[in-house]
């Protein structure tokens, strides 16, 4: 019998007949390592326990605390639930099983009218719970490719699926009583340990995740091998629930998407629309202190262009199509605002004592984001970006950096974000064809970045592959509630644009120099800053953002509703965003209702605050109210708002 080496994760390499599974490796090193795996790594690749090795490679076993071993458990959670189905809806059509960072999903196809639907995840865990029960072995075998093809009977997933993983004419399957799955991943060898699991949701999905294939429905579960694994899963679910910016969106009526008007396309609500002026006044208002002149430029643009700006070459597939005008001119809807500050700079012949010149804009933009992509606010087709452009001699390009890292700590300080990484992106050193032509502009830039850095004693990470084609850049990762992660800020240095569109300055030499761009945005694009805000508040926005500021309830109508419309127009004068509850409801309600909806400050006016020019003042989140003057109320309110106070 041939042999073949296996290198270990130690380094060290030991030979083993040919046609070894990866148990018995396991066993070969220890007895209890034997015992405890239930996967295996070969040469990177998830394997399973019974997985026989014909060829070098490099080992590993995985047991259940590794990324493999919790894997296998996921996917063998997923065998059985489609055993359960299989048996339950013989009919039912069937994608492929997965497993993401919480646990598997497996696509179902019913035809007819009605879906798989949560309510009846209560039938499939009893019928999945039999199973674990009676401990069922799960064999791994072979069957010739034809033999497969017959089990899928009409299924046109499976077909599809039987041709992708045939191999010489032979398709690997387990088989769980007569039941038999197509073995993409390992699989434990028996049923017994999937005591802990969870069926969870259920979502639409595209075949193979495109928006031309037909929509199958998705059945999220989850399993652990302890109780209180899943106890902390099902609890960072609720919480995530809770921070969901599409939960709180709706519940706070805030924005809405309709996928008959246009996926991706968000509408904002008055409340939405508050936060976002509040939010464009602030930021334009900080970039205007900080040097920034602010433009006005059409969302629309002749096709060419994008043709000049390089973007038609490397960023089409994120672009809508053009729009033929029939009369020879194609007009294009702007993914990115750079070309129209391009055009603003060229508009004047510029000196060098205009640099850094900084041009900034809420500029509206159209990118073509994958269905699948998108969520929410968070990743929009139409959005609107806090969009800068900074034009400099190269010799400005660093202090103009940190002076852009300085206004980003400043902003974010303002809106109390604490919780996020730098992330220096680079160019990928493989894929060099991607990106614009220039080994030492990259090289240079890239280490003037770091540099920077280094210098602001900032904490960062390096990316490599991640930098926008023209250049390398600095992005402000932040995280989701759903536990991704989404840059947020940006600074990217372009040597490429002032080449393309031929931009210069005179030198104090009186000589044409090439300027370099700085592209930054602050706080991202209205849509992606909101979600996050959404979320990093749970809704409860500080009083100077928040939709509704101030919630006044007289106490009775009849009686109290004169010095409510008093102070209401007090209040209006100081620019307060304020609401009478005069609805016909107990007063212990409409108190409820304003917590609900996240007021910052409700005020209770009775006989006593008539009778003293008081209000009695009840902060969000907090049980204690506070009887003041209202002129004191209105120094603690214009305080709050001006210091962008959380408290
Ligand atoms: P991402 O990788 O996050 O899609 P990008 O690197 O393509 O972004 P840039 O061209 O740098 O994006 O856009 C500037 C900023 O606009 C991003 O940093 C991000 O905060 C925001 N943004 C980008 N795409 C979207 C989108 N589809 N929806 C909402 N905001 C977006």
């Excluded at 270990?8 to 220890?30: C, H, L, W, Y």
């Excluded at 996928?259 to 464009?280: C, F, Q, S």
């Excluded at 640099?355 to 500029?363: H, I, K, N, Q, V």
């Amino acid at each position: 019998m041939s042999q073949i080496n296996l290198t270990f994760p130690d380094g060290s390499v030991k030979q083993f007949d040919s046609g070894v599974t990866v148990k018995d490796v396991a066993d070969s090193i220890s007895i209890s390592l034997g015992k405890k795996a239930v996967a295996g790594k070969f040469n990177d690749v998830a394997v399973d326990l019974r997985q026989e090795l014909n060829q070098d490679g490099v080992i590993e076993i995985a047991t259940k605390d590794s990324a493999e071993g919790i894997n296998v458990l996921w996917q063998t959670a997923a065998l059985i639930l489609n055993k359960v189905l299989v048996d339950k809806y013989p009919e039912m059509n069937f994608g492929e099983a997965h497993v993401d960072e919480h646990g598997f999903y497996l696509d179902t196809e019913k035809p007819g009218q009605t879906q798989v639907a949560e309510t009846d995840f209560d039938d499939l865990t009893a019928a999945m719970n039999q199973i674990v029960l009676a401990n069922d072995s799960i064999e791994l075998t072979s069957i010739s490719q034809q033999e497969a093809l017959k089990n899928a009977g009409d299924d046109p997933y499976q077909k599809q699926l039987v041709a992708e993983l045939a191999q010489d004419g032979q398709v690997a399957v387990y088989r769980l009583g007569d039941f038999v799955s197509l073995a993409f991943a390992p699989v434990l060898s028996s049923t017994g340990k999937v005591k802990i699991f969870k069926l969870l949701s259920v979502a639409g999905a595209y075949w193979k995740g495109a928006s031309s294939n037909p929509m199958l429905q998705r059945i999220y579960g989850t399993a652990f091998y302890k109780q209180k694994d899943l106890d902390a899963e099902l609890a960072r679910r609720q919480e995530a629930h809770e921070r969901d910016h599409r939960v709180i969106g709706n519940q706070l009526d805030i924005f809405f998407v309709d996928p008959k008007v246009g996926a991706g396309l968000p509408y904002w609500m008055p409340n939405g629309a508050t936060i976002r002026r509040t939010l464009e006044r602030y930021i334009i208002d900080k970039e205007l202190a900080a040097g920034y002149e602010h433009v006005y430029t059409p969302v629309l643009a002749n096709v060419d262009l994008y043709k000049q700006s390089g973007h038609w070459d490397h960023y089409r597939e994120d672009m809508f199509p053009p729009m033929d005008m029939g009369d020879g001119e194609f007009l294009e809807l702007r993914p990115m605002n750079c070309p129209s500050h391009v055009q603003v700079y060229n508009h004047h012949k510029r000196s060098y004592r205009e640099l850094p010149l900084r041009l900034a804009e809420l500029g509206m933009m159209h990118r073509y984001e994958k269905s699948g992509a998108l969520t929410g606010l968070q990743r929009v087709r139409e959005m609107t970006l806090n969009d800068g452009h900074t034009f400099v001699a190269p010799d400005q390009i660093e202090d103009e950096f940190k002076k852009i890292l300085d206004l980003m700590i400043d902003v974010y300080s303002d809106f109390d974000i604490h919780d996020y990484r730098f992330r220096l992106s680079y160019r990928d050193p493989e894929n060099t064809e991607k990106y614009f032509d220039n080994d030492e502009m990259w090289n240079k830039s890239q280490k003037m970045l770091k540099a920077a850095m280094d210098d602001m004693g900032l904490d960062y990470y390096e990316a490599e592959g991640e930098a926008a084609f023209y250049g390398p850049k600095l992005d402000v990762q932040t995280k989701t509630a759903l536990g991704g992660e989404e840059t947020l800020s940006t600074i990217q240095l372009d040597f490429l644009l002032p080449e393309r569109f031929d931009l210069k300055y005179v030198g104090a030499d009186g000589e044409d120099h090439r300027p370099v761009m700085i592209h930054r945005g602050v706080i991202s694009t209205m849509e992606r800053f909101t979600a996050y805000l959404i979320e990093m508040y749970k809704g409860a926005f500080p009083t100077w953002l928040a939709p509704k500021q101030v919630e006044m309830i007289p106490v009775k109508n009849e009686l109290h509703m004169e010095y409510a419309k008093q102070l209401q127009s007090r209040l209006l004068a100081h620019h307060i965003r304020i609401d009478i509850d005069d609805r016909n409801e107990k007063m212990g309600y409409k108190i409820r209702q304003a917590q609900v909806n996240k007021i910052p400050y409700t005020l209770v006016l009775g006989d006593h605050e008539v009778a003293d020019q008081t209000v009695t003042v009840r902060k969000y989140g907090q049980k204690d109210t506070e009887t003041m003057p209202f002129d004191d109320f209105v120094t603690l309110l214009n305080h709050d708002i001006e210091t962008y106070s959380r408290k």
